[in-house]
């Protein structure tokens, strides 16, 4: 069956990363207007995804997972026109709290977020809704495979400087921001 498939031309995985970067499709050219314009139609994030449809037989024979568990995402904000980007990330993995970091002019915050604030809400805009094309929707969503959660997701530390630990994910959000711009820019090139 595998080999039928290759012939097919379906992909097959040989390995399987750690992390998992997936970017939605949300922004599309109007040949009328010759424009880019932001897509917000509602696109559901899955708090967990397979591979294993998409895995050679050598790598499921071994010990690695196939299953991902959603970590994160990032956010665009406003118009195509805008750089206002923003991470929501959960550092403690399943079941525990979202975060969202916003890097303000006068006021960098870190905010608590519940599951409906953090997912439904950057999910997009449901059909049969008016949409203003500058809604917050998520635009890279960012899985960790399952048999190495608990090694790259320790969570916020319930005891210490609170402030510590803001700024070490304030770097990590900030890179995440930096390259989700980065790939968002290149997809205007190709």
């Known amino acids: 069956k595998r080999k039928e498939e ?15 970067q ?7 050219f109007d040949m009328a207007t010759r424009r880019w314009t932001k897509m917000v139609d509602e696109i559901k994030i899955d708090e967990s995804v397979t591979l294993k449809p998409w895995v050679e037989e050598q790598e499921q024979e071994q010990e690695v997972s196939s299953d991902y568990t959603l970590y994160g995402f990032i ?5 195509l026109e805008s750089s206002l980007y923003y991470p929501v990330l959960r550092p ?5 709290k979202w975060f969202t970091y916003l890097d303000e002019k006068e006021d960098s915050k870190v ?18 809704k008016n949409a203003e094309g500058t809604e917050p929707v998520a635009y890279i969503l960012m899985y960790i495979r399952n048999d190495v ?4 997701l320790r969570g916020i530390p319930e005891v210490g400087d609170p ?6 994910f304030t770097c990590c959000f900030k890179l995440a921001i ?9 997809n205007f090139f190709f």
């Open 178 to 186: 930096w390259r989700a711009k980065f790939f968002l820019a290149s």
């Open 75 to 79: 956010v665009h904000n406003e118009g």
């Open 6 to 20: 290759k012939k097919a031309g379906r992909a097959l995985l040989s390995r399987l990363p750690k992390v998992l």
């Open 22 to 28: 997936i970017e939605l499709q949300r922004q599309k």
């Open 111 to 128: 905010i608590c977020l519940t599951r409906k604030q953090a997912i439904e809400l950057h999910q997009g805009v449901p059909s049969g």
């Open 92 to 96: 403690g993995g399943p079941g525990t």
């Open 163 to 168: 402030a510590s630990w803001i700024r070490k």
């Open 149 to 152: 959660v608990g090694k790259i």
